[in-house]
Nanobody, 120 residues
């Protein structure tokens, strides 16, 4: 089992910055990819950014150049630095961790989410 706890959300004006943190506990040695997803009211959850255990990163197009994902394997944490925030970035942001199984599939763990609200 992996337990994820996010922090760092809040209310910010457009153009501002926030830094989200996610701390993992439990069987953290088995985690491979970690990432951030978000879900706005009435919309599906969408990928924001991911990072592999080796440090490879992936971003959705709308956040490229504004958001940066980073990972601290020693402290079992992943971060999302969000700059130049826009009202359309408003959503609940969820931390995600993938753990491979012996059968070739992957277990997906989610945090409880943290609200990010960007005012215009």
């Amino acid at each position: 089992q992996v337990h994820l706890v996010e922090s760092g959300g809040g209310l910010v004006q457009a153009g501002g910055s926030l830094r989200l943190s996610c701390a993992a506990s439990g069987n953290t040695f088995s985690i491979e990819d970690m990432g951030w997803y978000r879900q706005a009211p009435g919309k599906q959850r969408e990928l924001v950014a991911t990072t592999s255990i080796g440090g490879n990163t992936n971003y959705r197009d709308s956040v490229k150049g504004r958001f940066t994902i980073s990972r601290d394997n020693a402290n079992n944490s992943v971060y999302l630095q969000m700059n130049s925030l826009k009202p359309e970035d408003t959503a609940v942001y969820y931390c995600n961790a993938l753990v491979p199984t012996r059968w070739g599939s992957k277990l997906v763990y989610w945090g409880q989410g943290t609200q990010v609200t960007v005012s215009s």
